[in-house]
């Protein structure tokens, strides 16, 4: 037996996060510049994406380590990158908002640090109860957070979330527990090499096992805000802190689809017909997600309610690529990278246009999509980096959003899935009608006030980031594609 | 390396608006300046190219090919043919006088002409394409600056009109994504030139090609427009401010036309001609119900915008009439269309402008207060309803000659001539029209309205001078879009 211990260089960037999140504890007792905590765990989240760019470039062979639980594949990899920059952006995003708080900044920092750590163990595990254990410590550090205003409508917020998680979790923990009655494993590559070994009368005559995975995809369907567990989104996305929203928005969602793409893929891929059964029910998931979400954003008035059914919207879109994995062969990728893509695309739309929100909102005090009347002239360089973001989320050219669509659709075309494809980008037209209700207003309204609204360094940084990557993604993706491929092809179970 | 000319001329006018939008503190006056030299150039180095095309040669001229994304095989691919030059040079040319036709915009200049600049650079990229991803790239950029151009220096319902705009364009693209991503699973690539060439057998075997066809036709039919696609247009180009309506009509109807010869007609060329009875019923449509609409109309451009339904109509005619006259006709038609219809645009603009009334029915008598106004709308009038020695008369002439005599469509004789009615309702509103404006007894309000400055004059000039010009001597242009249509007929079998 190999002992575990010399597989701890591979877990690094996990304990350096880990060590971060304390160490911004620990000094928020000590330190009255509280900006300097902000500062320590931006330099923590960069010491931690480096460590994991230097293991993707060693391009060492994907393993299981920790008694294969834990898998260190280009796959995690891609989403710990992915995670880590979400969260200096955020962080980044954070700074002026935090600044408000009279208590408890540190613990802010903290438990963003924490739930982008549960995150990036959900895209590494392999393992049911490590799996949960990982959802968990995301959940919880989101429940607090989403309650950090401590007014009515955040303790609302994160009240709901709670008891909502709460469920979704029990339902999730319970299709875990289905699935390890019937195949008695709770490693990944386990089940599947159970499952495979079933004979097909075997899987008919256990509809628990059909059943299990079911409720799993209820459980994760939470996370990912599909449709119809959706229902906690509107209001935890109104009443938590506008740098939280953002955050829930694209990580808390990434996070989602990574887990279920690797139990999916690697547990329920074979037999053929059981993955056609799992991407039909995405598939139905997808095109009831993004109708009804972009059926009920056209009449929003608060654009952080607005951006939440947008975001149900768009967990449509990518659960096309999820149905796309469930058709596609095994060998073919178009799908893994479609998604992968995708939401790498939308957390930095996403990001860009809710900095932008909390510039605006630090300024106006109001999320009122008619109070962004005339952003146009009092902030030009925060309407033009919102007005890319929504076309971007249209999906329209040049922002990232058309090539992430134009990519997830070909590999789901490709499939056989032409009338979901359809679907979708009927939903499009539908979604650029309230999108650009926002742009109208800020560029033709007339301005409520002559005060030019001003943004801080943090800010600018943060959305100067998110915009420019917005671009480069839609005009030379060529990379972050590539990217995404190669992540989508290493796979450890 | 040769120069690169196609890159040049199409991403000129969108380095210009960046220079305009991003350097603080340009006066108006140089931000106009700024619009005229960023459209000069591309003007000139079309004008160029036009002249040292090689017009014995049917293939792809000026070509540009980088690899772009290799993960999905497509390319920068640029490259002109008979076909798309003279629409290159249609838009360069319009591209530079709507800067003179602007001069005057106060509202918020800086962004005004950023916006009328990058939408230059999106329509020139369209007809410049051969990849079909970057060719659906610059066709969706286009509805960007076109929506903030409306909605902010519109008039009228000027925000309904744009998003009115946006929601049909948007969604006859999504269609027309969906058929470029079948056939790209089809085929595996997304060169328009490959797959024209040797895709056919592959699109059949896989999923009917027939169904493609229309998911793309849709696309294009939107923005040709096709009857019953059009109830945008008549919106956007009376709402638009019109130096916009000049773009609007004179350029980017085209990339309707445009889309349907070289990707429905070059790629489907049998469904093409199973299906083109049906297109040639609705262009019939197009060009006996749009007359007859215009003919209706009180306001003045509304009026114009509802005559280029009808003209579009001919421009359908001529594509899915499918012979080789025809097809020169109806790229004719799109050339001569716009340069008409752009001048019809910029006077309606110009009467609007000084007389400050759009309504037909309280116009009147103004031929004594701007004479030379009401001479050139008469010419951009009679050019429109087809008068010989005008650049209308040649396309119309090849359309109809053309499609008369195509063996490609059976029972094509009797549309044909059904369509030619289409002219004697087209003369009955262009004069009837001239008469209302021009000609009823003057009136004691618009005594003081002026006539046309210099710089007015000027692109006036500018304006009759292509007209009679192509109009004189048609061959400048046939002989070039004759190199264009020879491959197309190749594919057809013709």
């Known amino acids: ?97 935090v600044a408000k708080f009279r208590r408890f900044q540190g613990e802010y920092y903290a438990l963003v640090l924490l739930s982008a750590l549960g995150m990036m163990l959900m895209a590494a595990t392999t393992e049911l109860i490590s799996i949960y254990l990982a959802l968990e410590l995301t959940s919880i550090s989101l429940y607090i957070l989403v309650g950090f205003l401590k007014d009515p409508k955040s303790t609302e917020a994160s009240l709901k979330y709670l008891l909502l998680g709460a469920v979704a979790s029990a339902v999730l923990l319970f299709g875990m527990a289905l ?69 829930l928005s694209v990580a808390s969602k990434a996070a989602g689809f990574a887990v279920i793409l690797r139990v999916f893929y690697s547990a329920f891929g074979l037999p053929t017909w059981l993955s056609l059964d799992w991407g039909m029910l995405f598939a139905i998931l997808a095109a009831v997600g993004m109708t009804v979400g972009n059926v009920i954003a056209l009449p929003q008035t608060n654009i952080k309610r607005m951006l939440g059914y947008s975001s ?7 659960m096309v690529g999820l149905a796309t994995v469930g058709f596609a062969s095994a060998g073919d990728i178009a799908g893994r990278s479609g998604l992968l893509f995708f939401l790498a695309s939308y957390a930095l739309t996403n990001l860009g246009a809710f900095i932008a929100i909390i510039a605006i909102s630090n300024k106006l005090d109001s999320d009122l999509i008619q109070d962004y009347s005339g952003m146009a002239k009092r902030a030009p360089v925060l309407a033009l980096a919102l007005t890319l973001c929504l076309i971007s989320l249209i999906g329209m050219p040049p922002a990232a959003g058309f090539m992430a669509k134009f990519y997830i659709f070909s590999g789901a075309v490709q499939n056989g899935l032409l009338w979901l494809v359809i679907i979708a980008v009927i939903n499009s037209v539908i979604s650029a009608y309230y999108y650009l209700r926002v742009v109208k207003v800020m560029w033709t309204g007339k301005p409520a006030a ?16 998110s915009c420019l990557g917005v671009l480069a993604l839609g005009i030379v993706p060529g990379f972050v594609m590539k990217l995404a491929e190669m992540a989508a092809q290493m796979f450890a179970f | 390396m040769d ?62 090919k980088l690899s772009w994304i290799p993960a999905i095989n497509a390319h920068y691919h640029l490259g002109v043919d008979g076909i798309s030059l003279p629409l290159v040079i249609l838009m360069a040319l319009l591209g530079f006088l709507v800067v003179l036709i602007s001069w005057k915009i106060d509202l918020r200049p800086r962004e005004y002409f950023a916006w009328l600049l990058l939408l230059e650079t999106s329509i020139l990229g369209v007809f410049c394409s051969l990849d079909l991803l970057l060719f659906f790239l610059f066709w969706e950029i286009e ?27 948007l969604f006859g693209s999504a269609f027309m994504l969906a058929g470029i991503l079948s056939l790209y699973f089809a085929t595996g690539s997304l060169s328009m030139v490959d797959i024209a060439q040797g895709g056919m057998a592959m699109v059949q075997s896989v999923m009917p090609a027939a169904a493609i066809f229309w998911l793309l036709i849709i696309g294009f039919a939107v923005k040709l427009p096709v009857f019953p696609l059009h109830t945008w247009l008549p919106d956007a180009h009376t709402d638009a401010p019109t130096a916009v309506s000049v773009v609007l009509a004179g350029a980017l109807l085209k990339m309707g036309g445009y889309g349907m010869i070289r990707v429905c007609v070059s790629i489907f060329p049998q469904v093409a001609q199973q299906f083109a009875l049906i297109l040639i019923v609705l262009a019939v449509v197009n060009v006996l119900y749009g007359a007859a609409i215009t003919m209706r109309q009180t306001d003045l451009k509304r009026m114009i915008a509802y005559s280029s ?38 006077m309606a603009g110009l009467v609007m402008h000084n007389s400050k009334e759009r309504d037909l029915r309280k116009l009147g008598g103004l031929a004594r207060q701007m004479p030379v106004i009401a001479v050139v709308f008469s010419v951009a009038g009679l050019a429109s309803l087809g008068l010989p020695t005008t650049s209308g008369f040649a396309a119309e002439f090849l359309v109809f000659v053309g499609s008369f005599t195509s063996a490609a469509v059976a029972g094509i004789k009797l549309w044909t001539i059904l369509g030619v009615l289409g002219i004697v309702i087209t003369a009955g509103y262009i004069l009837w029209m001239l008469q209302r404006v021009f000609y009823n007894s003057p009136q004691d309000k618009f005594n003081k309205v002026k006539d046309a400055d210099i710089l007015e004059r000027v692109y006036m000039f500018v304006f009759v001078a292509v007209i009679m010009g192509v109009g004189i001597y048609p061959a400048i242009l046939t002989d070039v879009i004759q190199a264009g249509v020879m491959p197309v007929m190749g594919l057809l079998g013709g």
């Open chain 2, 309 to 346: 339904v009808s003209h579009m109509g001919y421009v359908l005619l001529g594509i899915f009439a499918l012979g080789q006259v025809s097809l020169v006709g109806a790229t004719m038609q799109m050339f001569s269309h716009g340069i008409i219809t752009g001048l019809l645009f910029a």
């Open chain 2, 3 to 64: 120069f690169n000319y196609l890159t040049t001329i199409i991403f000129l006018p969108a380095l210009g608006a960046v220079i305009i939008a991003f350097i603080p503190g340009l006066s108006h006056r140089v931000i106009r300046w700024l619009s005229v030299i960023f459209t000069f150039i591309p003007l000139a180095l079309s004008v160029y190219l036009f002249a040292i095309f090689d017009r014995a040669s049917g293939a792809i001229q000026f070509e540009e």
């Open chain 1, 1 to 97: 037996m190999v002992s575990q211990t010399m597989f701890i260089p591979l877990f690094l960037p996990e304990l350096t996060l880990a060590v971060t999140a304390v160490v911004v504890i620990l000094l928020d007792l000590f330190l009255k510049q509280k900006l300097v905590l902000a500062v320590v765990s931006i330099a923590g989240l960069l010491v931690a994406a480096g460590m994991t760019l230097g293991m993707w470039s060693s391009s060492l062979p994907p393993v299981l380590i920790f008694f294969n639980t834990l898998a260190v594949d280009s796959f995690a990899l891609f989403f710990k990158l992915l995670f880590l920059v979400i969260a200096a952006l955020v962080i980044l995003a954070s700074a002026d908002y």
């Open chain 1, 312 to 318: 149900i919207a768009q967990a449509g879109y990518l």
């Open chain 1, 450 to 465: 002559r005060s030019k609204v001003p943004s801080s360094m943090a800010l600018r940084v943060a959305l100067a980031v």
């Open chain 1, 179 to 247: 699935v390890f009655g019937f195949t008695g494993q709770t490693q990944l590559g386990d089940i599947a090499a159970a499952i495979q070994g079933m004979s097909l009368a075997g899987v008919l005559s256990s509809p628990g096992l059909i059943a299990g995975m079911v409720l799993m995809v209820a459980g994760f369907g939470f996370k990912i805000a599909a449709v119809p567990f959706h229902m906690w989104v509107p209001d935890v996305y109104e009443g938590a802190p506008t740098p939280i929203t953002a955050y």
């Open chain 2, 143 to 169: 509805v960007i600056p076109m929506y903030f151009l409306i909605s902010i220096w519109g008039t009228g319902r000027k925000e309904y009109s744009a998003i009115k705009y946006v929601i049909y364009t």
